[in-house]
């Protein structure tokens, strides 16, 4: 099956009881001795970070970026897993995502439920993030979790506790694991990989900000005076917001803020429609629209183009480059 590194940054699937509640207290080689392995492979173990993902940072995810394309540049490496908190999981796998162009997979993996317990998660989705590791060749960064295979792009955690915790809300299954077999059922479309950003001092601030009954913008008129390079706007319905706020929007892009435009319905793309505030003010307003990307990972692209670059113009055709997927890759099973 081949050489498989597994890196190791916690989350659940490392977690154990702390007295009061569960949290990442396991190191990788502990965790990876919990999963059966697939015949014929050879594992190793990175021990990156051991954290709760909703405590990871910017500087944590680009730390991850980094030993991801530091591992792959030995060419005995058939394949890498990483074990992470399924709260920001989807965020994390998507900023690898962006920066991979190596056929090899990188395959994300975590549990609903701590290591140890009688009906744990962990070890079949990592078995299943295993195999998928060292069967599959140019589909980009996957997600390996309750039997079923995603794409990064587009893949949210839609189930707070259940089992069966990620999904693509707008496409179809990526494919699927069982009886010691991956099925795919598609390829997935990415554009073309971004350079791996250098390692900033002090990571650009992007925020998020919800539209909503009776929002006005003070919170992104916030986000701009607290230093934020990039925000993303979660609009309503396919992307719509107040005239208001599309004022404050184009202020911010005067004065050089990234702005993205996301809607906090489940599935379906932003689309100008509406007026009077809606996708098609934002968008002429400068808010770039996000495609079917929700709000965490529509922030990581942004963040990604701000590290590409300084010059403003440049940030947001990156940012635009980066949310249109060429055709289809080559899938080699």
């Known amino acids: 099956m081949g050489r498989i590194v597994v890196i190791s940054t916690g989350g659940t699937i490392a977690s154990r009881w702390q007295g009061s509640g569960f949290a990442a207290d396991a190191d990788g080689n502990e965790v990876v001795a919990t999963a059966p392995l697939p015949e014929d492979m050879t594992v190793e173990v990175v021990d ?13 995810q680009l730390t991850l970026l980094r030993t991801v394309h530091e591992v792959l540049a030995d060419p005995g490496v058939d394949g890498i897993v990483v074990t992470h908190g399924t709260d920001t999981l989807e965020e994390s796998a998507f900023l690898v995502d962006l920066h991979h162009h190596d056929p090899r997979p990188v395959v994300f993996t ?117 230093g934020a390079r990039g925000i993303v706007l979660i609009g309503t319905g396919a992307g719509n ?43 002429a307003a400068g808010a770039v629209p996000t495609g079917t990307l929700r709000a965490g990972q529509a922030r990581i692209a942004v963040l990604a183009a701000l590290l590409a670059t300084d010059d403003s113009a440049e940030q947001a055709r990156i940012l635009r480059e980066s949310l249109t997927p060429a055709g289809p890759v080559l899938v080699e099973a």
Do not use: C, W
Request: neutral net charge.
């Open 241 to 283: 917001a107040t005239p208001a706020i599309v004022e404050a929007v184009r202020a911010a892009v005067a004065r050089g803020v990234l702005v993205a435009l996301t809607t906090r319905v489940m599935a379906g793309p932003v689309t100008e429609i509406y007026t009077h505030g809606g996708a098609v003010d934002l968008v």
């Open 110 to 226: 975590g549990s609903q439920r701590p290591m140890g317990t009688a009906d744990g998660d962990g070890p079949g989705n990592l078995y299943d993030a295993l195999l998928t590791a060292a069967t599959t060749r140019g589909l980009g960064v996957l997600i390996a979790f309750a039997g079923r295979v995603h794409a990064a792009r587009g893949t949210v955690k839609t189930q707070a506790v259940d089992l069966d915790a990620f999904a693509d809300p707008s496409r179809e299954l990526l494919g699927k694991v069982g009886f010691g077999k991956v099925t795919l059922l598609r390829a997935p479309r990415r554009p073309a990989a971004l350079p791996l950003p250098a390692m900033p001092e002090l990571p650009p601030r992007v925020d998020v900000v919800m539209h909503h009954a009776d929002a006005d913008p003070v919170l992104l008129n916030a986000a701009v005076e607290a």
């Open 48 to 60: 990156l970070f051991s954290v709760n993902s909703p405590r990871l940072t910017t500087a944590h």
